[in-house]
């Protein structure tokens, strides 16, 4: 009698079964770091294109053995945010683009033919919002001490702006007066609270000096500041030399962050 063999004959029970099954789903964990998911239709409701929305998104994170707990949750944090997206979907370098957007919306400081420095420049967002904003007859020039892609329409020095030639190279490729002076600069925290206090009360002021030796009148110098925002002699400071004094924290600063900005506009000019 002929025996039947499983090659011969239809699939076993099992391998039926997987034949009928519905296409896995990719685990965007398992997708390149801030590759976009898999579309999906789009609920009413759900965010236009051009919004970020406030819709919490939930991408899940699987842990991996080798990726530390941190990461995971820096990932899953990346994923799942809005501004992230929105800086991809739209080509912005970083996601603090947006801050910047939403600080020249509610402050106008940023015009067509402006001269503008941005300090602490990398990845670049800033320096995209504002070479947009100020187009071919203005200028933008920002310094890092990472090195960045070129950003069209700015000049970008690589140097720790710290170094005491930073300065004058900046007024060099300037050319002249600035019309506004934006520091996001932020130093690596070191975990010790006060040591980062002091760090960056030290940019912040180091920024504003700058700001006072390069700024035209009637200027603006828009800085990161932390925690109580700009505190003792740098708002004394700002208060003596800028004609109004405000601070804003843009929606796309994230809200579990210390970080607010101060806003100084009408510069009165050096004496
Ligand atoms: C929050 S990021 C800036 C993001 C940028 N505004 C954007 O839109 O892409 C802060 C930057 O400040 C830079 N930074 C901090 N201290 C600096 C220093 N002393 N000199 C130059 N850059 C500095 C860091 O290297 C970092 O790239």
């Not at 685990?27 to 789009?42: D, F, Q």
């Not at 080798?66 to 992230?84: A, C, F, H, I, M």
């Not at 990472?146 to 300037?174: Q, T």
């Not at 003596?240 to 600063?253: G, I, M, R, Y």
């Amino acid at each position: 009698m002929e025996r039947r063999t499983s090659s011969s004959k239809s699939p076993p029970k099992r391998q039926k079964k997987r034949q009928n099954a519905r296409p896995k789903k990719t685990n965007i964990a398992t997708t390149a770091l801030g590759e976009e998911p898999e579309k999906r239709s789009r609920k009413k409701g759900a965010p236009q294109k051009g919004e970020a929305g406030n819709r919490e998104l939930n991408v899940h994170v699987k842990t991996a053995k080798r990726r530390e707990y941190g990461s995971t949750l820096w990932l899953k944090r990346q994923l799942n945010d809005p501004y992230v997206r929105k800086a991809k979907a739209e080509g912005y370098r970083s996601r603090a683009a947006y801050k910047l957007i939403e600080l020249d919306e509610k402050f106008s400081v940023l015009r067509a033919g402006a001269r503008i420095v941005d300090l602490g420049c990398a990845p670049g967002g800033w320096c995209q919002v504002a070479a947009k904003k100020v187009g071919g007859k203005g200028k933008v020039v920002g310094i890092d001490y990472l090195s960045m892609p070129e950003v069209m329409g700015a000049d970008v020095l690589e140097m720790d702006f710290l170094d005491e030639a930073a300065p004058d190279k900046l007024k060099d490729m300037l050319g002249g007066e600035a019309d506004v002076v934006l520091s996001d600069m932020a130093a690596p925290t070191t975990g010790h609270k006060s040591t980062d206090h002091l760090r960056i009360i030290a940019l912040a002021e180091a920024a504003l000096d700058f700001a006072e030796d390069v700024l035209a009148p009637g200027g603006a110098f828009v800085c990161k500041v932390f925690a109580g925002g700009a505190e003792g002699e740098l708002l004394t400071r700002l208060k003596q030399n800028f004609e109004t004094v405000k601070h804003a924290k843009p929606k796309a600063s994230r809200s579990d962050s210390a970080e607010k900005y101060v806003v100084a506009t009408g510069f009165r000019g050096r004496g």
